[in-house]
């Protein structure tokens, strides 16, 4: 829901900034989920003067072209070349200096630069209507009758609207606040303040009138239905300052009568429907049901069957002209051809309407609040309203008197009060004087006031408010939650930021994202050959643990790593003509490590092995099959690191007995991950001979780190802005060092950077390596401009000139 603030404040008096309010709002239970400009005019003529024309002179160069000497309350005047058929001397004109952005109507903002026309310099534009987005009209440029001094910013001859729209997140039962006239009810008892309603004023049936008389068949949906009729209205526009009115919440205006009943809506919070008077037979309104099956053809032209229980407004003879509550007819609509209108204001079921817009699957403003719930006892307030904007703005005269057919009054629920169980929800005692002013604020009547508590009476349009907690939850929201206080041995501290970790549910949530990527999960056995460590340097067969009762000497030592028993596995599948192979483990490795005073210590330690083999899938007619390459483990890896929402670890390159190359990732001097490509002799210990890429993660370093807080935000406005460069760099540097550099040079609008080509060859050197990097910039604020990309990509090459030695290849 959208709160226009200039609008709001033609009812309380508000001094404070739009955020303040948004904050109050907010802590008192309307969360303010956003704060959004609004301009009459995009750019509000920011940078455009009024400019007085002193000279006009041919163009030699241009026939259609005439110099001008223009001032704009600088020291000389300026000399723009102009297109204009109009222009002429001792003219006031709009001038847009160079360095103003011009938003015209049609087509992207653009920047007034100094140039040459035909060979004449131009230092700006007189502009046209279309080109400062007032209007559409090019003939020629806007000549002004002012008496305004040149140099003058043009706003303050067109004064163009500009306001600050709150854009509230409704909870479902806060009816009450689905207007501005409801916010400002909260802010009345918030800010201590008065509330000044809009006029309805009185006014009289003109002598020839010809009023349509109303019926009402079924209270049960329709417990009042007021109504009025208008002749001799003129349908034309909106007047400018009910369009922006309209348009700051984000609607398009229509027509005056249309745009009426809108504003109501949105001012007051009662839906409002106006019927063409020509189009309603028998002069006469009927509130009914109509027979199952009747087809109704609605507004978009979309042709309905009707229910029995949809409640319909009908003209004398019983054919529907709109769903109530719900949406409108085709047939029944103004027009511009309208010159009368029964305007109708009612109270509707909430029931019945929701029953009737989820069958038919209509969402509307009107069915949006009826849903809800509204105000029985705001129909005639809303009805008056809008008859004394249509009488104001176009012209109508009201036939007859104001219909209103209520034959039960809905009163005030009344709800028994207990001081004592307000003082137990809220947790302290609040003043009794303050509770009742509170109540009294939020237009809760009191009665029976005793010590041990009160009779509330609740206002009818709070629908909500059925029971004592909900009166106590009024008297806390506008009390202040941030006014209660805690126990001393309450605070943060006191709660877990998080909940244990559940080691299965995070070992079965990260098996389903592997098996996702094609991994099958392989058992292996913790017995294992003792030759396994005693042949390879990578490891201390002195740390094996040995096996007495050994069933063989093949299961001689219990595994020190997850590695060789899943190349077994690989191995035994390989040799099954199964190549292409993706498996993942997760289990236990046992070490003996000499413990203090000669003693043996054991050591058990849980990890999680990945092997990936062969091609990256089997060989398809749609996609072209490669061998799997490091980035690909590379890429499951990181991704394990991003489920766990861990980003705070360093990686350095390895190259040892076991690993050919690959990356070791540290936390911050603990190894937590090792991968990439085994070595000949490895594979060859489990007969393999196609190339393996392995990685060993250790389980429970991971599951102990602390997960960074996960913080989300709205997608910005703005858009993002790529570069690319090519650096030529030693061939040591890794991509993480020029990432960490690019990162620390520029912070604030640095997005990503991405690798999308590597080169190695004679052409740039033997102990080069030349990166193709693209850089993702983007500014949350504002639109980038071509200077603040400039000025970033320059800071970016100097530093990585300047650290990694590197030159940019062009």
Known sequence: MKISTNWLKEYIDLQEPANEIADLL?????????????????GSLSGLVIGFVESCTKHPQADRLTMTRVNVGQDSPLSIVCGAPNVAEGQKVVVAPVGATLFPTDGEPFKIKRTKIRGEISEGMICAEDEIGLGSDHQGILVLETDLTPGTPANHYFKTVTDQVLEIGLTPNRTDAISHLGVARDLKALLDRSISWPETGPFSPSEDANPITVEVENHEACPRYSGITLDGIQVADSPKWLQNRLKSIGLAPINNIVDITNFVMHEMGQPLHAFDKAAIRGDKVLVKTLKEGTPFLTLDEKERKLKQFDLMICDGEENGMCIAGVFGGIKSGVTNDTTGIFLESACFSADYVRRTAQHHGLKTDASFRFERGTDPNLTVVALKRAAKLIVEIANGRVCGDLIDIYPDEILPRQIQMSFANIDRLVGQQIPREQIFKILGDLDFELRNKTEEGFLALTPTYRTDVTREADVIEEILRIYGYNNIELEPHYGSSYLADFPAIDRDRSRFGLAKSLAAQGFYEIYTNSLTKPEYAAENPGFNENNSVTILNKLSEDLGVLRQTLLFTGLESLAYNINHRQTNLRMFEFGKTYQMVAGKEGLDKYLEKSSLSLFMTGNNQENSWMDQTRPLEFHDLSSVIHKILEKFNLSAYNSRVIQNDIFEYGLSITIPDKTLAQFGKLTSQVCAQADIKQTVWYAEVDWELLLKQPKDRVVYSEVSKYPEVRRDLSLVL????????????????????????????????????EDKKAY???????????????????????????????????????
């Open 26 to 42: 907010t802590m008192s239970g309307l969360e303010v989920e956003g704060l959004v400009e609004f301009e009459e005019v995009s």
């Open 730 to 765: 030693d061939k040591h540097v890794s991509f993480s060092e020029i990432e960490n550099l690019a990162r620390t040079t520029e912070r604030k609008i640095l997005r990503r950077i991405n690798v999308f080509d590597v080169y190695q060859g004679e052409n740039i050197g």
């Open 772 to 810: 193709a990097l693209s850089f993702i910039l983007q500014d949350k604020n504002k639109t980038l401009t071509d200077k603040i990309i400039d000025n970033c990509m320059s800071r970016l090459m100097h530093s990585f000139e300047q650290n990694l030695g590197a030159y940019i290849r062009t």
